[in-house]
């Protein structure tokens, strides 16, 4: 038998999944039938003490109702037919997928990342849809729900085929890449797992369009899009500052607001999100959610003034940039030591950023302090041997900044979080215009930070040279594994 889309339909369909495919099924087709009524639909949930639980968490969420709902019947008046009918099958999926026993760590840890992203896009879906009435909000959130679902149920069966693919797409961010990765291995990417599963499954007409036509104009289909991309963004470490602030300005766009009303609806949503989560009894999706809320830093636009100059001069610094990123890379396949590694980083932060410090610090071994190990050759000893600071409070810049595992601009406008976190002693030898500081990860354990700033100079940065910084972060964390093993 030839393994292909097919294949992979019919055996999540009929093989792995036959109960949770025939309830999502009847759920589904319950928005359909119009002779279906509310009281039917209640009668039909009240076997399962679970479910019902669920119901009456959502109906009694803050701003739902100002009498406590106590019966699924009072439920159905107060949440509505599509209202009801989503809490049911998006309640039934989620548990449905997590119920497996036998799947392994990296596994489960994949499933619930990928069920994390599809939930927060559904109730970003629902945000960017607060101007159609409830029923469109509904349809949208759930098709924004089920857009990964294939995937979803694929890694919910758990075995061998899952562990081998999850151990080939470990290191594997980007979603082209991964996308053939998985077409390679299974015969069938993702892509078409989850088209022919939703066809498979009677779902919503919504979904289907916006499978079979993705490029697609319609605003509905735009939206499944935008909030999937978006989500994705908001929840992967990595993503880079302009990618983030160009979803941001098509959220803008769609739904005819400034930039920071639209940052502050997203943080709303973000709340809105956990709350939801807690209401379905499934809060190991809430993981994944961002833990800081989002923050819009306009793009700073290089000057006109000039002109070919201004051109001439970001090329080189594009080339010298691609240049530094590649010496990385071909210093850590020829096995260097992890000592030159490190130095080469700081000279090519100096280079490439034009900073006046860029330094390496690392944990003393008992993890109680860090200390500046190697630094740009323009920095004074004085200035260098001043980076000795204490880390045992959780409170802590260095101890949260290597539990977030994120590079962070710590400047002015970043908001209250990392000035609160800043000692004396660290604003003491940082520069008032700002600095960028990361963590050194190798196995996802922080070993170390990697600090630049421009204290000597009085100047600060532009979002452009965070992007610049955030990319070597990556790609060193990548190959610190290699030159370490």
Not at 20 to 49: C, F, M, P, Q, W
Not at 164 to 177: F, G, N, S
Not at 213 to 230: F, G
Not at 406 to 426: A, C, I, M
Request: proline fraction near 3%; include cysteine.
């Amino acid at each position: 038998m030839s393994i292909d889309t097919d294949f992979w339909v019919n055996k999540l369909s009929q093989q792995e999944l036959p109960a949770l495919a025939s309830t999502v099924k009847n759920l589904a087709l319950l928005s359909e039938d119009d002779l279906t009524s509310l009281s039917d639909i209640g009668r039909s949930v009240t076997h399962d003490s679970a479910l019902t639980s669920c119901i009456l968490r959502v109906a009694n969420r803050p701003g739902r109702s100002h009498v406590q709902v106590t019966t699924v019947s009072r439920a159905c008046v107060v949440l509505g037919f599509k209202r009801l009918r989503n809490v049911c099958l998006t309640s039934t999926l989620l548990s449905g997928l997590l119920k497996s026993k036998k799947l392994s760590k990296p596994v489960y840890f994949q499933l619930i990342k990928l069920m994390s992203k599809s939930f927060y896009a559904a109730m970003i879906s629902k945000m960017m849809m607060s101007a159609y009435d409830e029923d469109t909000q509904e349809e949208i959130f759930i098709a924004t729900l089920l857009y990964h679902l294939g995937e979803s149920a694929f890694w919910s069966i758990g075995g061998k085929v899952t562990e081998q693919l999850e151990h080939r797409l470990r290191h594997t961010t980007d979603t082209e890449a991964r996308e053939k990765v998985a077409e390679q291995y299974l015969g069938a990417s993702f892509e078409a797992i989850n088209r022919g599963l939703v066809k498979a499954w009677n779902l919503s007409e919504v979904l289907v369009k916006a499978h079979d036509n993705p490029n697609s104009r319609t605003p509905e289909l735009q939206v499944i899009k935008i909030a999937d991309r978006l989500s994705d963004c908001l929840l992967e470490s990595q993503s880079l500052p302009s990618v983030k602030n160009k979803l941001l300005q098509k959220v803008s766009q769609y739904m005819q607001l400034d930039v920071p009303s639209v940052v502050r609806r997203v943080n709303r949503c973000n709340e809105q999100t956990i709350s939801m989560l807690e209401a379905l009894g499934i809060d190991v999706l809430k993981q994944f959610l961002p833990t800081q809320p989002v923050i819009y830093i306009p793009l700073n636009e290089p000057s006109e003034r000039g002109g070919v100059s201004v051109h001439h001069n970001s090329c080189e610094q594009l080339k010298q940039q691609l240049n530094f990123l590649q010496q990385l890379t071909h210093l850590a396949s020829e096995g260097i030591g992890l000592n030159q590694y490190l130095e080469t980083v700081v000279q090519g932060l100096e280079s490439v950023l034009n900073v006046d410090r860029a330094l390496v610090l690392m944990f003393e071994r008992d993890g109680a302090r860090v200390v500046s190990r190697f630094a740009n050759p323009s920095c004074d000893l004085a200035s260098q041997q001043q980076f000795k600071f204490s880390c045992r409070a959780q409170n802590d810049l260095f101890i949260t900044i290597g539990q977030e595992c994120d590079p962070v601009w710590v400047r002015e406008q970043v908001g209250e979080k990392y000035k609160r976190l800043l000692s004396k002693e660290l604003q003491a030898v940082t520069s008032d215009k700002g600095f960028f500081i990361a963590p050194l990860l190798t196995n996802n354990k922080c070993i170390g930070f990697v600090f630049v700033d421009r204290r000597q100079s009085n100047k600060g940065f532009v979002s452009h040279e965070f992007d610049t910084f955030s990319h070597v972060i990556k790609l060193m964390n990548l190959s610190l594994y290699q030159v370490l093993n």
